[in-house]
């Protein structure tokens, strides 16, 4: 299945290779963290994939390449790098030459040729360029990790010289937006990751405070942890309450408990502006406009268990009616779900988004509880959690 997808997006998205290789820098110089591990000679992809990276905070190769160009604003090679991550990533086999790659979707010659270095170099000295670029390390540590909203102003604050927090903080004449002096405040909360153990204290926390709000409710893990990710950057949940309407209450009185447990540094709540007479959704991409908060939750602010540090919790708030999308929106990956919209209204001339399914030779949506039953509405054979990883 997850093939087929892969076959089907290839040929939507694909990114001109000419475009791309535009952009690739030549090698100059090496960092020992980009060298293969004794894995090597297995070949890059499937499990091992993480032996073609550069592991930088947990990424690899690819990611590098594809968050450089991201930094630069270049959304389509950023994107050929992404796809093509998904795709060594949900190999079964380790690809060991390069012939081994002639059929595989969305990797271009770019790719190739990283592919191919790491294979014969044992390392890829585009990559190792890259984390050593300083326009690269800036937007990494100091400006995109910690600061939302960067893009103009980080761009803006590199221009100008300024490298890191205390350069950013000690310039009076730069005025900082709320969400930017949150990320400030909070960048060590925010940046650092979250365990798999942190993600099952949150959980026992968040599950706390909803139920006693509303017995009811239902509470769901999702995003990376519930693909099985050992690390993440947040953790996600899905709540929601049996009775259509109630939900839109719960939040509020969520976030209230959890300030009176006295383990939250910091609340987002943005209330839903959902509206089914809006759906279907043409735009492609488009956020989900349930009500969600995000949350910083932390030791600092109180009674904290098990020694634990805390992290970013993301809680959405869908109706019952539309909880079933919401959680395969949210369960992401982001690349899965871009590949299963596209799959859906390429081949099933449907439009799926995190609100619903609709098909659009009936002319109507389609009612789903479960994940499984979105899956078979779309023909495709239902897929585990841990399977939506690339
Ligand atoms: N998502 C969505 N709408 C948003 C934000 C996210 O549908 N406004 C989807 C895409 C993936 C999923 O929700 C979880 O998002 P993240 O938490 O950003 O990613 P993750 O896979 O959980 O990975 P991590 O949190 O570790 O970066
Ligand atoms: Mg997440």
New binding site residues.
């Given amino acids: 299945i997850w093939h087929r997808i892969r076959n089907h997006s290839s040929a939507v998205c694909d990114i001109p290779e000419k475009r791309l290789a535009n952009h690739v820098r030549k090698p100059t110089c090496s960092m020992s963290c980009c060298k293969v591990t004794e894995k090597s000679d297995e070949g890059v992809g499937g499990s091992d994939f993480c032996s073609l990276s550069g592991v930088l905070y947990g990424s690899d190769a690819f990611e590098v390449l594809a968050e450089s160009y991201e930094f630069n604003n270049m959304e389509g090679p950023c994107l050929a790098f992404r796809r093509a991550t998904s795709v060594l990533k949900s190999l079964p086999w380790a690809v060991r030459c390069l012939g081994a790659t002639q059929d595989l979707p969305c990797l271009g010659q770019p790719t190739k040729k990283v592919i191919e270095e790491v294979l014969q170099c044992g390392r890829s000295f585009e990559v190792e360029e890259l984390l050593s670029d300083e326009r690269y390390q800036t937007f990494k540590v100091t400006v995109h990790k910690c600061v939302w909203g960067w893009t103009k102003d980080g761009e803006k604050w590199f221009c100008r010289g300024l490298r890191s927090f205390s350069d950013i903080l000690t310039d009076h004449s730069i005025h900082l937006n709320r969400m930017q002096q949150t990320g400030f405040l909070h960048h060590g909360d925010i940046s650092r990751?979250?365990s798999a153990a942190e993600a099952r204290s949150l959980r026992s926390i968040i599950d706390g405070a909803v139920h006693c709000v509303t017995p009811a409710a239902t509470v769901a893990l999702?995003?990376?942890?519930?693909?099985g990710?050992e690390?993440?950057?947040?953790?996600?949940f899905i709540v929601t309450t049996p009775e259509l309407g109630e939900e839109e209450s719960l939040l509020p009185n969520v976030i209230d408990e959890l300030k009176e447990q006295g383990i939250l540094l910091y609340c987002n709540y943005q209330a839903s502006t959902f509206d089914m007479r809006k759906l279907p959704n043409h735009h492609f991409e488009a956020?989900?406009d349930f009500a969600?908060c995000f949350l910083i939750c932390g030791w600092r602010a109180g009674r904290w268990r098990g020694g634990l540090e805390g992290g970013?919790v993301?809680l959405?708030s869908p109706p019952v009616d539309r909880y079933a999308f919401?959680l395969l929106?949210?369960?992401?990956?982001?690349q899965f779900?871009r590949d299963l919209r596209s799959f859906a209204r390429v081949e099933r001339g449907m439009i799926l988004d995190?609100h619903a399914l609709y098909d659009k030779k009936k002319k109507e949506f389609l009612a789903a509880s479960t994940e499984k039953d979105i899956f078979a509405h779309l023909g495709l054979e239902y897929m585990e959690p841990w399977q939506r990883n690339a």
């Fill in positions: 990751a979250v999702t995003g990376g942890f519930h693909r990710k690390f993440g950057h947040d953790v996600d956020m989900d969600k970013a993301d959405v919401a929106g949210w369960t992401g990956s982001r779900e995190n």
